[in-house]
């Protein structure tokens, strides 16, 4: 069982691009074993969430605490590229 997992910006340097390929963001399919929340996610690339700034699973803002399954896909954003960002409910 997999998540791919987004890096963009600098926090690309913190692994290393498979096969060579090297874009924008740097996309990694990891292994879901022993990877319960974004926060494990993040320990396996040694990010600490002081480097981050925005979190998005399946393209909806989240958290470092909020629990991942098979098939999630996560994006990471660092300090860097901090984002003004707006969530629009619907209203109905």
Known sequence: MTIKVKLYG???EKVTPLNGEIGVPSTLYIE?????TVLDSLNK???TQEEIS?????NIYSYP??????GDR???FPKRMGLIFVEIKDPM
Do not use: A, P, Q, Y
Not at 32 to 36: H, L
Not at 65 to 70: G, M, R, T, V
């Open 10 to 12: 600098d926090l690309r």
């Open 32 to 36: 879901t074993d022993g990877i319960k």
């Open 74 to 76: 996560i994006g990471i």
């Open 54 to 58: 925005h979190i998005f699973v399946n």
């Open 45 to 47: 690339f040694s990010i």
């Open 65 to 70: 605490e909020k629990e991942i399954k098979n």
